[in-house]
């Protein structure tokens, strides 16, 4: 039991270059999320979703699209990264809303 | 979700237990008290999460004031690897609910010293 992964550890963007964040969990959890954690701002949603399908906004969606093709995987991505964008990003999963969320080993992103 | 009020920092041997504080004087009646924490680099880790009677598990120990406005995370016998920060969240916990998101204060810097 892995819990939750997340592709790649780290990745360095030149700026409008494009790539996309890969988040599994073999926990058969319905709920998955994306935060993103920038020094000083704690950690803010970006886009959640509540099933197989379904995706919606967080809090900071802007410049990211998601994709839930299979319960068990997460997809956030990055059509024209900007220096913005350069954070720790950490996918979660609980298996009902409100439950416990676990986190992921995060991924690093640098823009420049 | 209610606010939460930590310490910015602590200090603790290691072997020793290491007791953080958390204030929540607003929490309402059906909000938990979760603590996560974060070591160095690496992503939140949930520890434990309590309504009104005290926990344990494997990690750590949650008291719970009487009138639920504070609580204290124990851990046992601290040891080098339980140096990070570590947050404590009040949020509601229902398979009802809609807010999705984990709110993360600045959260408490243990530091275990040899």
């Known amino acids: 039991n892995a819990g939750v992964t997340q592709t790649p550890k780290f990745r360095v963007l030149k700026t409008g270059q494009s790539m996309t964040l890969l988040c599994a969990q073999d926990?058969?959890?319905?709920?998955m999320y994306w935060y993103r954690q920038d020094p000083g701002m704690g950690l803010r949603l970006i886009h959640y979703?509540?099933?197989?399908?379904?995706?919606a906004k967080g809090e900071v969606p802007d410049g990211y699209n998601v994709s839930r093709l299979k319960k068990q995987n997460f997809l956030l991505g990055l059509e024209s990264a900007a220096p913005s964008q350069t954070s720790v990003y950490f996918c979660?999963?609980?298996?009902?809303?409100?439950?416990?969320?676990?986190f992921g080993p995060g991924t690093r992103l640098l823009v420049l | 979700d209610a606010k939460t009020t930590q310490p910015t920092s602590m200090d603790c041997a290691e072997g020793r237990a290491a007791n953080l504080p958390c204030n929540h004087s607003?929490?309402?009646?059906?909000?938990?008290v979760y603590w996560y924490r974060q070591i160095h680099s690496q992503g939140p880790q949930y520890i434990i999460h309590?309504?009104?009677n005290n926990e344990t598990n494997e990690m750590a120990s949650l008291i719970i004031t009487e009138d639920r406005k504070s609580s204290t995370l124990i851990l046992p016998h601290a040891t080098l690897r339980d140096t990070a920060v570590y947050y404590c969240?009040?949020?509601?916990?229902?398979?009802?609910?809609?807010?999705?998101?984990?709110?993360f204060g600045k959260g408490t810097l243990l530091t275990v010293n040899p």
């Open positions: 979660a999963s609980s298996y009902l809303a409100q439950e416990t969320q676990y």
């Open positions: 926990m058969n959890h319905e709920y």
């Open positions: 979703s509540v099933g197989e399908g379904t995706t």
């Open positions: 607003t929490i309402s009646g059906n909000e938990y």
């Open positions: 309590g309504l009104k």
């Open positions: 969240i009040v949020r509601v916990s229902n398979s009802g609910g809609s807010n999705y998101k984990l709110t």
